[in-house]
């Protein structure tokens, strides 16, 4: 009896210095990862990145990344080194790709989605399924794009806002998708920022474009008219032709502007009109008097406009001369024939010849003929004469020519002189 007692106090001491042993090599085994623990409290959430969450699965977008969390899991024994804890797809196309993203955030892994697709995604603990969830993985489309432009683009100096809204067929994907705005010129139109400025005078195109749907507004962009600068009063003589300057000022300076335009300012009949007047603002004097005309630029509210009174007077020849006198000569038999050609002087009812023979002693110019305005004969729009003169070819001969205009009152300029002598070679004359 007294060998049994020993023996169970032996094996009771053994067993009471083991406990200890067992709780803390376990302690350790835990600690140092040897032995894993229980996991418990698993919660899949979806903590960075675009995605939608639906009562079944998380839809992605293709080749976008969303980062997921495992959750604030519980561990026993909560000492425990945290155990290896896996992502795994359960498909084997390869719709997403896993990469551990621990070091950014615990517990978690980026997914990104790389074919179009349902696939399932498990936890897994030494091959052990503790959860699994679903991936769509989405391409999605715009189905709708609304462009809004908030301001008039209507003068250069301009601006205006952009506004769009971009729907996808997964609405919440909508702000995902960034609307690409061009303008076809940008020295007429520029953007900036979703602001629009206008820069330039001309035609441009805004087009706004998201995906495969694209918007387009156009524009005309016009000068804003400051005022039309012309002088008041002009005065012509009748058969005078002249033209009317005008310009105007815009806001900035120096724009480009629609084209100025002349119109008479009162109804007459044609044969009342004391001028005549052409689209570019030519006037041509048609008969004493004065002619009241409207000068303006632009349309509507964008129009500036001044009076201009054209004052007709009679026509003065007195201190004009004939232009474009040219003489040439050549003989025919005995005779020596002259051409001249001038051109037609305003206001002139006739024209007279005069011709001086320096070969003659203390010569003076005489009149050799005069062509009324009826006879007149005309070439290549000038008055076209010839004069005959009894000289030989061999004779030796020297004149000076030149042409004069009358009316009944007035008497014009003489005309350049021409020299005609004979030489080896005659010619065309150069004037004296």
């Not at 632009?298 to 406009?305: L, Q, S």
């Not at 005309?378 to 001969?397: H, R, V």
């Amino acid at each position: 009896m007294k060998n049994i007692k020993l023996n169970i106090s032996k094996k009771t001491i053994i067993i009471i210095l083991l406990i200890p042993v067992i709780f803390i090599s376990q302690y350790y085994f835990f600690k140092l990862g040897i032995f894993e623990p229980r996991i418990k409290g698993i919660e899949i959430n979806a903590v960075k990145g675009k995605y939608i969450k639906d009562i079944d699965k998380y839809v992605i977008k293709l080749d976008k990344g969303v980062i997921f969390s495992a959750g604030d899991y519980v561990k026993f024994p909560s000492y425990a080194k945290d155990p290896v804890v896996e992502f795994k797809s359960l498909d084997q196309d390869n719709k997403v790709e896993i990469e551990d993203n621990s070091k950014n955030i615990k517990n978690t892994v980026k997914i990104t989605g790389k074919k179009e697709g349902l696939t399932s995604i498990a936890i897994v603990q030494n091959n052990k399924i503790l959860k699994r969830f679903n991936i769509l993985v989405v391409d999605p489309k715009v189905v709708n794009l609304n462009t809004e432009i908030d301001g008039d683009l209507i003068y250069v100096g301009d601006m205006a806002t952009i506004k769009d809204y971009v729907e996808v067929d997964f609405d919440r994907f909508n702000e995902e998708y960034n609307v690409e705005y061009k303008s076809s010129n940008e020295n007429v139109l520029k953007i900036d920022d979703n602001v629009i400025y206008a820069v330039g005078v001309g035609n441009a195109t805004i087009t706004a474009r998201a995906d495969f749907k694209e918007e387009s507004f156009k524009y005309n962009i016009v000068a804003k008219l400051k005022s039309i600068n012309v002088k008041k009063n002009i005065n012509v003589n009748v058969g005078e032709t002249t033209n009317i300057q005008a310009s105007v000022t815009t806001s900035p300076k120096n724009l480009k502007t629609p084209k100025i335009k002349y119109a008479f300012a009162e109804n007459k009949l044609p044969v009342q009109r004391k001028i005549r007047l052409d689209s570019n603002g030519q006037i041509v004097g048609l008969r004493k008097g004065v002619e009241k005309l409207l000068v303006y630029c632009g349309a509507g509210e964008n129009k500036v406009e001044k009076y201009v009174y054209v004052t007709v007077n009679e026509g003065s020849i007195e201190n004009e001369s004939l232009e474009g006198f040219y003489l040439s000569y050549y003989f025919m038999e005995d005779d020596l024939i002259l051409n001249l050609e001038w051109n037609e002087m305003n206001d002139a009812d006739r024209y007279e010849v005069y011709i001086k023979d320096n070969k003659l002693e203390n010569s003076d110019y005489e009149l050799v003929k005069t062509i009324d305005k009826d006879n007149i004969k005309k070439k290549d729009g000038k008055i076209n004469e010839m004069i005959t003169l009894n000289s030989k070819k061999s004779q030796e001969f020297d004149y000076d020519i030149y042409v004069i205009a009358r009316n009944e009152k007035q008497v014009s300029q003489k005309s350049k002189i021409y020299k005609v002598e004979n030489v080896s070679n005659p010619s065309d004359l150069d004037n004296n």
